[in-house]
T-cell receptor, first 114, second 109 residues
Framework: SAVISQKPSRDICQRGTSLTIQCQVD?????MFWYRQQPGQSLTLIAT?????????ESGFVIDKFPISRPNLTFSTLTVSNMSPEDSSIYLC???????????FGPGTRLTVT | GQQVMQIPQYQHVQEGEDFTTYCNSS?????IQWYKQRPGGHPVFLIQ?????EVKKQKRLTFQFGEAKKNSSLHITATQTTDVGTYFC?????????FGKGTLLTVNP
């Protein structure tokens, strides 16, 4: 398994500002992903965080709005840029540990944009 | 792209009753995974099914993968209050998953 921490756990931000969310894993992992989840809704994949190269974004998500970094095998950041109230959501990182196939999720970051 | 549909959206049962959630994909799946998310929590992996017609059991939970590998089900026998949460199926390949909308299970003690 993997233990994942996310910072911050929650934040309230003003429209037009940016927030960077950090995801730290206690072991080296094969894959890291970023999801968005509206309360009571399903998970939507934003992007795959690739170590040492640009992230791979899903349809509807772009690098200018959600820049992602993954400088090493245990850490990644997601920035939500130029926020609007529509960005209010829970953002989750997940990982696939080496030798495994299932995803382990972080506790999430609850973002409210006012 | 791949779509994963899940029904029902909500299910409320009396403790001791059985519960089933169904998952259907628009395309053939290489595998399907099931996750449980408790209220206020994050999704937790339950199981992965890979083979056509596969059936796996975890105590009171029974998971099935259809013969055509386009549908799956999760059945809980004699629900308990600890079963409360949202159950998601997820299909994918190369580690990337498409999640269904989930079924929220509530249990009346």
């Amino acid at each position: 398994s993997a233990v994942i921490s996310q910072k911050p756990s929650r934040d309230i931000c003003q429209r037009g500002t940016s927030l960077t969310i950090q995801c730290q894993v206690d072991s080296q992992v094969t894959m890291m992903f970023w999801y968005r989840q509206q309360p009571g809704q399903s998970l939507t994949l934003i992007a795959t965080a690739n170590q040492g190269s640009e992230a791979t974004y899903e349809s509807g998500f772009v690098i200018d709005k959600f820049p992602i970094s993954r400088p090493n095998l245990t850490f990644s950041t997601l920035t939500v840029s130029n926020m609007s109230p529509e960005d209010s959501s829970i953002y989750l990182c997940s990982v696939v540990p080496r030798g495994r196939y299932e995803q382990y999720f972080g506790p999430g970051t609850r973002l409210t944009v006012t | 792209g791949q779509q994963v549909m899940q029904i029902p959206q909500y299910q409320h049962v009396q403790e001791g009753e059985d519960f089933t959630t169904y998952c259907n994909s628009s395309t053939t799946l290489s595998n399907i995974q099931w996750y449980k998310q408790r209220p206020g929590g994050h999704p937790v992996f339950l199981i992965q099914l890979v083979k056509s017609g596969e059936v796996k059991k975890q105590k009171r939970l029974t998971f099935q993968f259809g013969e055509a590998k386009k549908n799956s089900s999760l059945h809980i026998t004699a629900t308990q209050t600890t079963d409360v949460g949202t159950y998601f199926c997820a299909g994918g390949s190369n580690y990337k998953l498409t999640f269904g909308k989930g079924t929220l299970l509530t249990v009346n003690p």
